[in-house]
């Protein structure tokens, strides 16, 4: 077994944090570039994540999970919470923006490059704009690309985590002012160090198998 494939079927989702055990500064800091350098189609990088690390910012997000409670003392009780947000448009605006910064990181040997680059992300947010008309659902779907990295990056530093979509996002978009920003939350990640409480760390790990999950030729 690969560390990879060990540290996969280590991660596990947390039901109780231990209030009182901080992630260190500089492993926050690991799990920002992880989520900075996460793919996405086109390199759209379709996101904007919001950081809490203080009792007032994570009790804000909290208020999203009023219908919710058992999401509540996650996010309470987690040592920091992040809350992975899609753009509401992709207008040209982002797309120069990502443009300049490509750029400016040296991907382009010439002008040509440089458009042909324009050209083509800008083929397939169109395509999916105006033939497809699901161009929030492809965005979401590169936010959930970072999610993963982030899942796995988490179990690599030894950070306990939980995805949350139990949650008002027009009460968190709302509180975050989010939408104000042209943005909406997708999916909230509480990370921390799990409780000796919490029973799922004591579960064997469930999955089906691969006979059932691959077709070969």
Not at 30 to 57: K, R
Not at 78 to 103: G, K, Y
Not at 138 to 147: D, G, I, N, S, V
């Amino acid at each position: 077994m690969t560390d990879l494939t060990y540290l996969a079927k280590k991660r596990y989702t947390t039901k109780a944090f231990d209030p009182n055990k901080k992630i260190p500064q500089d492993k926050i800091e690991d799990l920002q570039s992880l989520l900075q350098f996460s793919p996405s189609s086109v390199n759209s990088q379709p996101w904007h994540f919001v950081l809490a690390a203080t009792d007032e910012g994570k009790a804000k997000i909290a208020e999203s999970t009023a219908d919710y409670s058992f999401n509540t003392p996650k996010i309470l009780n987690a040592s920091h919470v992040i809350v992975l947000c899609t753009r509401n448009n992709m207008d040209e605006a982002h797309l120069l923006r990502l443009l300049e910064q490509e750029e400016a990181d040296g991907r382009f040997a010439d002008e040509n490059a440089k458009q042909g680059q324009h050209n083509g992300r800008s083929f397939f947010t169109n395509m999916h704009k105006f033939e497809l008309k699901d161009l929030q659902h492809w965005m979401e779907k590169q936010t959930y690309l970072a999610l993963g990295t982030l899942l796995l990056g988490a179990s690599v530093l030894d950070i306990d985590a939980t995805p949350i979509e139990g949650f008002d996002a027009s009460k968190l978009n709302q509180v975050l002012g989010l939408r104000e920003q042209g943005l909406t939350a997708s999916v909230v990640v509480a990370l921390g160090y799990h409780d000796e409480s919490d029973f799922n760390a004591k579960l064997p790990k469930s999955r089906l198998p691969q006979e059932e999950l691959f077709t070969k030729f």
